[in-house]
């Protein structure tokens, strides 16, 4: 299970810069490397949604091993 959990981290810090550099500076690595939102970039997106969606759990993990300890 870390192995996914690291996997998934990564790439939900990867969409959070990219947020950022939209946030800042107005550009879209995503879109500047695979297109403004082409079938690509849709499942970028997506994936990165669903890594973020995956991590609430890690809340719930985090409490258990508190617990446990």
Known sequence: MKGLDYT???IAILGAIN???I???NFDLVAVLFGSMTWVTRIIYTVVGICGL???SLFG???Q???AD
Do not use: E, P, Q
Request: glycine residues 12%; charged residues 15%; without cysteine.
């Open 54 to 56: 995956y991590l609430i």
């Open 61 to 63: 993990r985090i409490r």
């Open 65 to 67: 091993n508190r617990i």
């Open 8 to 10: 998934v981290l990564t």
């Open 23 to 25: 946030g800042i500076f």
């Open 19 to 21: 947020w950022g550099l």
